[in-house]
T-cell receptor
């Protein structure tokens, strides 16, 4: 089954404790992205990757890092999480210009 | 820069009513792609439709229909005979041909509530 998987689905952590949200897709897509969704703000792109070892900032990259060492994986790293990073996070992948497939979402709470 | 505006923040209807969700976009590209996604209360994002800028034909899929008008830069979505299961947040999105690194830009969404 074609899918994007994310883990964990729910995470509660404390300020400053490094965390990684994993993302994996099985569709051989070149393009992968991370979004955060906040009430009233819609979906905003954090980082994207056009292919292996090619990543770039989206609209709200501050406080986040990513890597793309393999085509299927695109982890999101929060080196020192802060409460303003409490949000719902989505990983996505697509073949350029085609529909974008989303993971199920990760609900992160930073205390 | 590309932009998507969904002016309706929330819409509430009674079951069986028809409802139209508006989407207006801005782009400088002549080649672009428009999408609609649905986010039900369970939270996942579900793809509904993709339309490219060269295809202005309206599309109908069951109770859903889409009206793409380049002259007004709009890509509106109509649900006919709405049902409670249609209650969700609906997002319109735009992807330019290549100038913006293929980013998919989303509107802020319209929360549709269908009451029994």
């Amino acid at each position: 089954e074609a899918q994007v998987t994310q883990n964990p689905r729910y995470l509660i952590t404390v300020t400053g404790k490094k965390l990684t949200v994993t993302c994996s897709q099985n569709m051989n897509h070149e393009y992968m992205s991370w979004y955060r969704q906040d009430p009233g703000l819609g979906l905003r792109q954090i980082y994207y990757s056009m292919n292996v070892e090619v990543t770039d900032k989206g609209d709200v990259p501050e406080g986040y890092k990513v890597s793309r060492k393999e085509k299927r994986n695109f982890p999101l790293i929060l080196e020192s999480p802060s409460p303003n990073q409490t949000s719902l996070y989505f990983c996505a992948s697509r073949k350029v210009h085609n529909e974008q497939f989303f993971g199920p979402g990760t609900r992160l709470t930073v205390l | 820069a590309q932009k998507v505006t969904q002016a309706q923040t929330e819409i509430s209807v009674v079951e069986k009513e028809d409802v139209t969700l508006d989407c207006v976009y801005e782009t400088r590209d002549t080649t672009y792609y428009l999408f609609w996604y649905k986010q039900p209360p369970s939270g996942e994002l579900v793809f509904l439709i993709r339309r490219n800028s060269f295809d202005e034909q309206n599309e109908i899929s069951g109770r859903y229909s889409w009206n793409f008008q380049k002259s007004t830069s709009s890509f509106n979505f109509t649900i006919t005979a709405s049902q409670v299961v249609d209650s969700a947040v609906y997002f319109c999105a735009l992807s330019e041909g290549g100038g913006s690194n293929y980013k998919l830009t989303f509107g802020k969404g319209t929360l549709l509530t269908v009451n029994p």
